[in-house]
Nanobody, 125 residues
Framework: EVQLVESGGGLVQPGGSLTLSCVVS????????IGWFRQAPGKGREGVSCISPGDGNTYYADSVKGRFTVSSDNVKKMVYLRMNSLKPEDTAVYYC??????????????????WGQGTQVTVSL
């Protein structure tokens, strides 16, 4: 059983930055990849980024490449999503989720077994 808790959401102006945090408990950290997903009102859930703490590999959706950076602190069992140059279209509830590290399509949410409760990110003037 894996538990995930996100934090760090809030209101930010366009062009601003936020860092989301996800604390992972109840698991062997290296057995899982941790993904970030988002869901805007009236839209489906979108894969944003993922990190595999065991090998350090990272993955990004085209919509956030060059603006978002995912990282992990393997001692603290934390995963971070640094979001720069935020746009209004980045407004969504952001979730972190865990999947077995053998999973192959890290930005596809269908394979993820464990989810956090979500944190709201609003990009607006």
């Amino acid at each position: 059983e894996v538990q995930l808790v996100e934090s760090g959401g809030g209101l930010v102006q366009p062009g601003g930055s936020l860092t989301l945090s996800c604390v992972v408990s109840g698991s062997k950290f290296y057995d899982y990849a941790i993904g970030w997903f988002r869901q805007a009102p009236g839209k489906g859930r979108e894969g944003v980024s993922c990190i595999s703490p065991g090998d350090g590999n990272t993955y990004y959706a085209d919509s956030v490449k060059g603006r978002f950076t995912v990282s992990s602190d393997n001692v603290k069992k934390m995963v971070y999503l640094r979001m720069n140059s935020l746009k209004p279209e980045d407004t969504a509830v952001y979730y972190c989720a865990a999947v077995d590290s053998s999973y192959s399509d890290y930005l596809d949410d269908s394979g993820y077994d464990y989810w956090g409760q979500g944190t709201q990110v609003t990009v607006s003037l």
